[in-house]
């Protein structure tokens, strides 16, 4: 869900702005895996590929339309983004807000990405999120509450 503001404090990763000087790749599992929400957020879409993550389950949150990625036994699905620049990373951190972090992870393929993992595990339910269903009944209007969100936040 979109929120107002940037996360204060510390880069997640103790480097500046929590990323290395090389572009790198970050996996998503929800809302995010959507290029019509990418544009509302970061006015493009950047390369998009399949990708999966062992060890982890997309979980549905109770009363909200967006996942939450939690640790569990089973594979999640998504895409990996390439390419983003910094300020897109700096636009991405302050969406996903205080709830999730941005860590590190190898994929099923071998290949090392960032990933927001929502940090309040203890809030979750069995129940995994469904892509299908968030196309089916939200994605309309989540893409306008993100351009609405990025609108309000201002253009970097």
């Given at each position: 869900?979109?929120?107002?503001?940037?996360?204060?404090?510390?880069?997640?990763?103790?480097?500046?702005?929590?990323?290395?000087?090389?572009?790198?790749?970050?996996?998503?599992?929800?809302?995010?895996?959507?290029?019509?929400?990418?544009?509302?957020?970061?006015?493009?879409?950047?390369?998009?590929?399949p990708a999966?993550?062992?060890?982890?389950?997309?979980?549905?949150?109770?009363?909200?339309?967006?996942?939450?990625l939690v640790?569990?036994?089973?594979?999640?699905?998504?895409?990996?983004?390439?390419?983003?620049?910094?300020?897109?990373?700096?636009?991405?951190?302050?969406?996903?807000?205080?709830?999730?972090?941005?860590?590190?992870?190898?994929?099923?393929?071998?290949?090392?990405?960032?990933?927001?993992?929502?940090?309040?595990?203890?809030?979750?339910?069995?129940?995994?999120?469904?892509?299908?269903?968030?196309?089916?009944?939200?994605?309309?209007?989540?893409?306008?509450?993100?351009?609405?969100?990025?609108?309000?936040?201002?253009?970097?």
């Amino acid at each position: 869900m979109p929120r107002s503001a940037p996360r204060p404090g510390p880069s997640r990763s103790g480097r500046p702005d929590g990323l290395s000087a090389e572009p790198e790749a970050l996996f998503v599992y929800g809302t995010l895996q959507f290029p019509d929400v990418l544009k509302a957020l970061i006015g493009r879409v950047p390369g998009l590929e399949p990708a999966a993550l062992a060890g982890w389950r997309a979980a549905a949150l109770p009363g909200r339309i967006y996942p939450g990625l939690v640790s569990a036994a089973g594979t999640v699905h998504g895409v990996l983004l390439s390419g983003l620049t910094l300020a897109e990373w700096r636009i991405l951190d302050a969406f996903e807000g205080p709830e999730y972090d941005r860590r590190p992870v190898l994929l099923l393929d071998g290949r090392s990405a960032w990933v927001y993992v929502y940090s309040l595990e203890a809030e979750v339910g069995d129940d995994d999120w469904s892509s299908a269903a968030f196309v089916a009944r939200h994605l309309p209007a989540y893409v306008e509450r993100c351009a609405d969100w990025r609108t309000r936040r201002g253009r970097c």
